[in-house]
């Protein structure tokens, strides 16, 4: 089986496989799907594959036919126009260099297309470290079910790394691991400038934030701090990329500072005036009310941040942020299944947060598995506010809804105020007591989902007939019980009722 070379590396993004997290990449020897978890990889040799192209209406995927057996491989994958194009043009060209046409072959005129073929198991080698002047290029990670409030641009982008069980995961977007708090950040530049509506040309990618990381100390605005003595800090598990973690808008990066302290960097790969503003919003909200509110990750905006070296004239907003000591709730969970009271000391906790978080005004706005992480004292921190509601935004429209799996099936770009934590929280504490209670309702309903816990929006939409819901309907624990009762209730009203709070099911 060959390896990942980059000398003919072409392609790399974030992307799900059969509802798992992992890498997609392409060169020109063929397609690999490396899960995030370390489980089997999957492998489309470019001789097998016939042509690609984008199926669905909603949720659209990345649909690569092979040629020996007809089958279809479906993939979830942002800049799918990019990956269509990339991969016929790849199997175009193998072809014309192996058989001098470039036309494709003729698919076996017997057997159906079958959907979703079972993962080849291979031994892929992890990519390294490509010469200075063919950096790899880094992902913009798709999440799971999250949908905008409205259609955003898509950009180019590339793969991050695949995480072993203990890899770091960095805050805002995923929380980083790390033994080092950050120190306060550096005071914001005095002013504000007009960089993300004054710059007309394409975004950065994945690929020119890398190059950037390259030279740090020419790439960044000296406002920011004592630029000259960071250093970048390559990802261990991937080595020459500096990428650590990837979403819906920027990708984070590792940064070690002056006095040898750890924090993170989250750099934009989307332009959006309104989420810059809001994070500038943000920013400034939360440094003048943090007080109390320690859970919430500590991060500073800067509107002129880094610059790439195609656009070396503008430098492009930034996030930084403290780098945290901590596991996602569900991998948590995982390592804590036999553990129940832990369980419920963190559900507990997590609720009388959210509870200071709505008395601050604030909400968060995307409350799952992913963005809730535990830390190695027990305690929480919520990370990734790109859908945070402060009370500056009051009349505004939510920026994006959030999970669906944790989110009121009502939910809509009108839902935004402080109180849209408000079913989540009775997902979460639901799901977590009744995993105390049970430790198998976690692998009969969880299925490996990263993200998800037990339930999922095809519950909320129809209780009655939700296997998950009358299996937890059923248990003895009058706790668990009164909190179905809440959940159906709560389905009968809008997504910012009031009827059930965190304060409510702390105290259950």
């Known amino acids: 089986m060959p390896k990942i070379d980059y000398s003919s ?28 978890d370390g489980g089997s990889e999957l492998y489309l040799p470019i001789e097998k594959i016939m042509d690609a192209h984008i199926e669905g209406v909603i949720l659209k995927k990345i649909s690569v036919m092979t040629n020996s057996s007809n ?12 990956w269509k194009s990339a991969i016929s043009l790849a199997a175009g060209i193998y072809r014309r260099v192996t058989t001098g046409t470039s036309s494709r072959p003729v698919p076996p005129s017997n057997g159906q297309a079958k959907a979703q073929p079972k993962a080849q198991a291979v031994s892929v080698t992890p990519p390294q470290a490509p010469a200075p002047t063919q950096v790899p290029p880094k992902p913009q990670a798709q999440k799971k079910k999250r949908q905008p409030a409205a259609p955003k641009p898509s950009q180019a982008q590339t793969p991050p790394p695949s995480p072993a069980k203990s890899a770091p995961t960095p805050a805002a ?20 400038s007009s960089t993300v509506a004054a710059y007309t040309g394409p975004w950065p990618s994945g690929q020119d934030y890398e190059q950037s990381f390259q030279v740090l100390k020419l790439s960044m605005n000296p406002s920011l701090g004592k630029v000259d003595q960071w250093e970048p800090v390559k990802n261990p598990k991937t080595p020459g990329w500096y990428v650590y973690a990837s979403g819906n808008y920027g990708s984070i990066y590792k940064i070690k500072g002056d006095a040898d302290k750890f924090f993170a960097l989250k750099c934009f790969t989307r332009k959006s005036a309104n989420l810059n503003e809001r994070y500038y919003q943000i920013s400034d909200y939360l440094l003048k009310h943090s007080k109390g509110l320690d ?23 930034v996030l930084r942020m403290e780098w945290i000591d901590g596991v996602t709730l569900n991998k948590y969970i995982l390592d804590n299944i ?3 009271k832990i ?32 830390t190695n004292s027990g305690g929480v921190k919520l990370v990734d506010y790109d859908g945070m509601y402060i009370p500056n935004f009051k009349g505004e429209k939510s920026a994006e809804m959030g999970h669906a799996d944790f989110q009121h099936p009502g939910r809509s770009a009108d839902t935004f105020s402080n ?10 504490h639901l799901s977590l007591s009744a995993i105390s209670e049970n430790p198998t309702l976690w692998e009969k309903y969880n299925g490996g989902d990263p993200d998800c816990l037990i339930l999922r929006k095809k519950d909320f939409l129809n209780l009655d007939s939700s296997p998950v819901f009358k299996e937890l309907t059923a248990m003895r624990n009058k706790k668990i019980k009164k909190m179905c009762g809440m959940l159906k209730d709560y389905l009968t009203h809008g997504p910012l009722w009031d009827g059930v709070n965190p304060s409510t099911l702390a105290s259950l």
């Open 9 to 36: 590396y072409i392609k790399g993004s974030a992307a799900r496989y059969n509802k798992i997290k992992g890498n997609l990449l392409l060169s020109a020897d063929g397609i690999w799907f490396v899960p995030d």
């Open 71 to 82: 089958d279809r491989y479906l993939f979830s994958v942002a800049e799918k126009d990019e």
């Open 338 to 340: 036999t553990n129940l």
């Open 343 to 374: 369980l419920k000391k963190v559900s507990v906790n997590l609720m009388s947060e959210i509870d200071r978080m709505q008395n601050a005004g604030i909400g968060h706005g995307d409350l799952a598995g992913d963005n809730i992480i535990v």
């Open 419 to 428: 109180k849209l934590d408000n079913f989540s929280a009775l997902v979460i």
């Open 173 to 192: 977007t995923q929380a980083p691991t790390q033994t080092s708090p950050v120190a306060a950040p550096a005071q914001m530049a005095p002013g504000r």
């Open 295 to 317: 859970f919430l990750a500590h991060f500073q905006y800067f509107e002129q941040g880094i610059r790439t070296r195609k656009s070396q004239s503008f430098y492009f907003p």
